[in-house]
């Protein structure tokens, strides 16, 4: 009886991690290409993803406070947090832990070499701290990836 216990929990345990892992709603056009490349990003991340195929974008940028000078090409809410463009899964993971009064993240723009971003060169990056008044701080920079030699 105590075997069939055990086992009978070890079947819950990939359900418990999957409840376990944080819900991010992300906000895309269909025909975008980086932007399922940035959702399998948080995917491989821990992240649940919930994708919403919308015709424009830009919509649920204002709605979530999102200043446009920050758009880019998708919008995603996670714990009450906007994230805007291709922030990296890590500093995502490092707002939810800082619990920080703000608004959310944004990469403005499309830099070649963050999450989703990938392919022949990288540039150096900032992903911003957006506060409830628009206002921004740099929350975490990132170097461009060294280039492989061919």
Not at 8 to 26: C, N
Not at 50 to 74: L, M, W
Not at 115 to 138: C, F, I, K, N, W
């Amino acid at each position: 009886m105590r075997l069939r216990t055990i086992a009978s929990g070890l079947l819950l345990l990939p359900a418990l991690a999957s409840a376990a892992a944080p819900v991010i709603d992300v906000y895309k056009t269909a025909s975008c290409g980086c932007c399922e490349e940035w959702t399998k990003h948080l995917k491989e991340n821990g992240f649940s993803v919930k994708a919403h195929n919308v015709d424009n974008t830009a919509g649920y940028r204002q709605k979530f406070g999102i200043p446009e000078q920050y758009g880019s090409c998708h919008t995603a809410t996670v714990a009450g947090y906007a994230i805007e463009g291709h922030v990296p899964a890590s500093d995502i993971k490092l707002l939810l832990a800082s619990r920080a009064k703000a608004r959310g993240l944004a990469v403005p723009g499309m830099p070649a070499g963050s999450p989703g971003m990938e392919g022949g060169h990288s540039e150096p990056y900032d992903v911003l701290l957006v506060q409830a008044d628009g206002r921004t701080s740099v929350y975490q920079h990132h170097s461009a990836a060294p280039q492989s030699k061919r």
